[in-house]
């Protein structure tokens, strides 16, 4: 089992719809969960960040974890076409580097 | 603030040849990463240098790959020689001090093509 798993996508949907990402990690000890953006031809930049369980808002992104079930979600509230590109989810236990997801690339139509 | 600076941007080699990559953090960080993002998968970790130690090198093929980063400041990740499967984007990241809790700041890599 991967230690993080994210459906690859792509996922299509016309501007102003809300958009979820979701990922699953098989490791309790993770604690800490990123989202990571990545436009085509560039480096993933850091959407945001979240310690253990709960939500986390930022403008139109809602970052979710349940650490019970294990499962991490990102939503987008009014999604742009600007939105468009790859959404990696990260975990970290704090005492390592990073393992990412595979990534779920996102369309967003006009 | 200036950003993680890699270079080249791009690279074609046929296999069997050597490939260099180079790479400067951000000013200040004392974590250096070199990942590989192959077409379709998210980063995957090969190297981790604290300044200009290495903290976790246990993905990378040492058969083939090198890397070292002199001084603490740049690096650079060698490839000798390269195979078909080497076909990869190469991304440098760095953070602060390699906390659990930091967000790493990537560049934007050098996509490696192997014919």
């Known amino acids: 089992q991967k230690e993080v798993e994210q459906d690859p996508g792509p996922l299509s949907v016309p501007e102003g719809a809300i958009v979820s990402l979701n990922c699953t990690y098989s490791?309790?000890?993770?604690?800490?969960f990123m989202w990571y953006r990545q436009y085509s031809r560039k480096g993933p930049e850091l959407l945001m960040y979240t310690y253990s369980s709960g939500n986390k808002e930022d403008g139109r992104f809602t970052a979710q974890v349940d650490k019970s079930s294990k499962y991490i979600s990102l939503f987008i509230r009014d999604s742009q076409p600007s939105d468009s590109a790859t959404y990696l989810c990260?975990?970290?236990?704090?005492?390592?580097?990073?393992?990412f997801g595979k990534g779920t690339m996102l369309l967003v139509s006009p | 603030e200036a950003g993680v600076a890699q270079s080249p941007r791009y690279k074609i080699i046929e296999k069997r040849q050597s490939v260099a990559f180079w790479c400067n953090p951000i000013?200040?960080?004392?974590?250096l990463y070199w990942y590989q993002q192959i077409l379709g998968q998210g980063p995957k970790l090969l190297i981790q240098?604290?300044?200009?130690?290495?903290?976790?090198d246990s993905q990378l093929p040492k058969d083939r790959f090198s890397a070292e980063r002199l001084k603490g400041v740049d690096s650079t990740l060698k490839i000798q020689p390269a195979k078909l499967e080497d076909s990869a984007v190469y991304l440098c990241a760095s953070s602060l001090n390699g906390q659990g809790y930091e967000g790493y700041t990537f560049g934007s890599g050098t996509r490696l093509t192997v014919v």
């Open positions: 990260a975990v970290n236990s704090g005492y390592s580097t990073l393992t």
């Open positions: 240098f604290q300044n200009n130690g290495v903290v976790d």
């Open positions: 490791n309790s000890a993770f604690q800490y």
């Open positions: 000013s200040g960080h004392a974590t």
